[in-house]
Each structure stands twice: as C-alpha cells, then as structure tokens.
C-alpha cells in the first residue's frame, strides 16, 4: 500500500498525504465499525458508553464518501495502534465469572468473588446512563422514597447532582438523606428495579448476597456537584432532620485537594501541626499545584527534608495515603472550627 501512495519519483502524492491528514481517529474507529458485520458491530457497539455511541454514530455517516486509500490508511493506523496490545484481559472479569458460578452456584460464588474481585459496577447503573436526566427524575420522583434513594445511588455524582435539580425542592434533602443512610439492598429489591428500568417482571432467581449500596460519601459527592448556594441550602435542612448524618456527610465534603483554598500561611499553619510521618504520605496523593504549595508555605529545609523522604520511602499502599490525607484534613478541620485559619473559596460554606 505504501508503494501505491509513492507517485513516480518515490515521493508521497501530497494530495493522498493531505487526505489521510483529514481522517480523525473517530472517523478511522468509525470505518472500522462499517467494515465489521452487522453482529460484529453491534458487539462493539454494546460495551461504548452512551457519549461514545452517539459520538461513534455521527462519524459513521460522516466517512460515507471515503476512498480506498483512507480506508487502507485507516487500517493502517489501527494496526500501528494494537500491535503491541495484550488480549489477555479481554473479558477476563466474565470468564473468571462464568467459571466459579459453574463450580460453586451463583449465590456462593458471588459470595467468594465479592472477597476478592474488583468492584464491577452494577448493570443498574449501565441502565441509568441511558436514560435522559429528564426522564430519569420522572421516574425518580414517582417510585416509593427508597427506590428512589437506591436509584440516585447507582447515578454517577454528576448526573444524581442533575437530575436531584430536576425534583421538587421538599424531597431534595430526604433523598440526600436516603442515599447516606442506605444499607444493604436486597436482590428482590434489586430485581425490582432491574425490572422496572426494562419495564419487565422481575425474573425468579437464585438469591444472592445484599449489595451494599449509598452512604455518606455519596452524598457528600452528590452535593459537591451542586452550587455552594444549593449545597448550603441541602445541608441546613439536613442539620434540622439528623445532625448527626449531617456532619459526617459535611466532613465528607472536605477534601484533601480542598487544601488549596487555604492562604499560604494557613497551610503553613496545618503542616507545622503534622507529623512527617503523616505528611509525606499523604502528599503521594496531591496534586503537583497542591504539593508547591505546601512546600512553599515550609521553610527551605523543613520542605527538602519532606521531599528527600518522599524520595526514599518505598510505594505506599492507597489506604494508607488515603488515611494520612483524611488525618491531615482533620487537623485542618479543627482549626477551621476554632477559627485559626479561614478557607476561601471552594468548601467556605461547608466548614
């Protein structure tokens, strides 16, 4: 094929060249997919997220008039792309499924892989993702107030802060409430909803384990994703219903990376009430922007001597950073309740 692009002195035709140049990585997926079979392209088509597909679907009638040497040219790039790729792991979660549910039965062996399997995200929440926020907050609003708790909980925070915007404001703060204080959901409840987002009758099936579901920093996302004005409004209304599930989800809205709409003196402040120990794992987890901060709110030395143990302590495990983060952020915490330093910006109204 490259020879064919050669014009009769060895040199690329520039006019192929410019064409090839016009074909986007989209419309070179979006050739392919005309290229499979129906089935085959209906797989694929099957595991895109919605975006994906209506982005994948645009640039299918768009490639309509392409010539052979776009097309050869795509193919070209797709190999060059996976040549080098493992399919190893291909469906790999689905085999190791299929594999101990015909050894064990599906309700134990949901019971061993839920010890050690990576958290899958339940179809519940690949069903929501179809359905237009519109639509969604309809069906929300017309199901019993746990259904609807255990629905915006399987809503990623972006889409549940949308959709919560859509409802009356009188059943805002109770589904906010709902979804911090669910618990394991049984399989019927879950069958339940399976059946309702189909519109099918729940199928009998083996029991299964409750799915633990909801809580507290669930919440806490969902009203990070809303204005300071909505969250603040969500949050006083809770106070007055449960002051205690009210606090831990505020708490929960104070994160690490919130850290950054302190001063520099203020940061400065926290740190020097942090142990190294605490403090150097926890900046793992920070963001370049976080990190030149802190350092720069330190003396010259005290900031080289954290940095020189970043360096030379071995990787740590995420719950451990996670942990440090979440002790640094309760000093932080305390010194904003005693008023020693002040946080602007992002949080203000939530600390």
């Known amino acids: 094929m490259a020879e064919e692009l050669e014009d009769e002195d060895g040199i690329e035709n520039p006019e192929q060249e410019g064409q090839l140049e016009l074909i986007t990585g989209r419309q070179t997926a979006a050739i392919l997919m005309l290229l499979f079979n129906d089935e085959e392209a209906a797989q694929i088509l099957e595991r895109l997220e919605p975006q994906e597909v209506e982005a994948l679907g645009e640039a299918m009638f768009s490639v309509a008039d392409v010539d052979a040497t776009q097309i050869d040219g795509s193919l070209d790039r797709f190999l060059s792309l996976t040549l080098n790729q493992s399919m190893l792991a291909y469906k790999s979660d689905e085999k190791v499924s299929r594999v101990f549910r015909r050894a064990l039965g599906t309700s134990r062996a949901e019971t061993i892989m839920n010890r050690f399997a990576p958290k899958r995200p339940s179809n519940i929440a690949e ?44 059943i805002q703060s109770d589904l906010i409430y709902r979804v911090a204080t669910l618990g394991p959901v049984s399989s019927k409840a879950l069958a339940h909803i399976h059946g309702l ?5 729940p ?5 299964a384990p409750p799915m633990q579901v909801g809580g507290v920093l669930d919440s806490a996302t969902i ?7 909505q969250g ?12 205690v599930t009210a606090k831990l989800i505020e708490d929960e809205m104070f994160v690490f990376a919130d850290l950054m709409n302190l001063s520099s003196k203020d940061i400065g402040s926290v740190v020097r009430k942090v142990d190294s120990s605490i403090l150097v794992p926890a900046l793992r987890g920070a963001s370049d922007d976080l ?34 983060q979440k002790a640094v952020i309760a000093v932080a915490k305390v010194m904003l309740d005693n008023g020693d330093i002040n946080m602007a910006g992002a949080g203000a109204d939530y600390v």
């Open 127 to 170: 069903m929501l993702k179809w359905i237009p926020a519109k639509d969604a907050a309809e069906l929300i609003s017309n199901e019993p107030p746990q259904i609807s708790a255990v629905l915006m909980s399987f809503l990623t925070p972006e889409a549940a802060a949308e959709i919560l915007q859509l409802l009356p404001g009188e």
């Open 197 to 201: 987002l189909e519109n099918t009758t």
């Open 203 to 207: 199928s009998e099936e083996e029991s």
């Open 223 to 229: 009203i990070n994703n809303l204005s300071k004005e």
């Open 232 to 243: 603040r409004s969500l949050l006083k209304a809770l106070m007055k219903r449960d002051k």
């Open 291 to 324: 990190k030149d901060k802190i350092f720069s709110a330190m003396s010259k030395r005290a900031a080289e001597t954290i940095q020189d143990d970043m360096a030379d302590a071995p990787p740590q495990p995420m719950d451990a950073v996670i942990a440090a």
